[in-house]
Structure formats: C-alpha cells, structure tokens
C-alpha cells in the first residue's frame, strides 16, 4: 500500500495560484501512474491531471492551460501548479498513485478560490 501526502492548499482570490505537493513512500515510484483529482461540494470526484511513468500528461477540460502536473522521481513527489484560479475550482484535491491496476488515494487538501 503507498502512503500519500498531500499538502500546499489553502484559501485564495480567483486569478491567484496555489501549488499542491504529494510525497509518495513508495518504492520504485518512478514506475507509478500518479494522478489529480478533485471533489468539490456535491460533485463526484473527477479527474484534474494525470501523469504516467514516462511523463506523458493528461488534463481534465476545464484546467487545460491553467495547470500543469509534474513529478519529481527523485524526491518521490508529484505536483500540481495552479494558476487563474476560479471559484468553480473550489474542492478537495486528492493525489492518486497506481501501479498494476492497484490504486492508492491520499487524504485530501482543501482549495478555496473565494474573494
């Protein structure tokens, strides 16, 4: 089982920018699928972005050109830029990490986009 730690929400303006960090204790993490995704308040969770072992990046339709996922393999890390935020953004952002179809979710980090 990967433990998963999300941290770097917080509260801010729309237009502003937050940085959301997940640390993975995994082994061989450089071999993991890792993923963002959101709940906001009634919704289901849907897909933020994602990145695979490789690199290659996938975003939902609504974040496409405002944020961007990468990972360190080194640090064991993958994060989530923010930028032009938007009150509609407001949720609980939750790392997920898979690897073989085996998947683990972190806890959550609570973004607000409020003035």
């Known amino acids: 089982q990967v433990q998963l730690v999300e941290s770097g929400g917080g509260l801010v303006q729309p237009g502003g920018s937050l940085r959301l960090s997940c640390a993975a204790s995994a082994r061989l993490f450089s071999f993991f699928f890792m993923g963002w995704y959101c709940q906001g308040p009634g919704k289901q969770r849907e897909l933020v972005a994602t990145i695979t072992k490789d690199g290659r990046t996938n975003y939902g339709d609504s974040v496409k050109g405002r944020f961007t996922i990468s990972r360190d393999n080194a640090k064991n890390t993958v994060d989530l830029q923010m930028t032009n935020l938007k009150p509609e953004d407001t949720a609980v952002y939750y790392c997920?990490?898979?690897?073989?179809?085996?998947?683990?979710w972190g806890q959550g980090t609570q973004v607000t986009v409020s003035t």
């Open positions: 997920y990490a898979d690897r073989g179809g085996s998947g683990s």
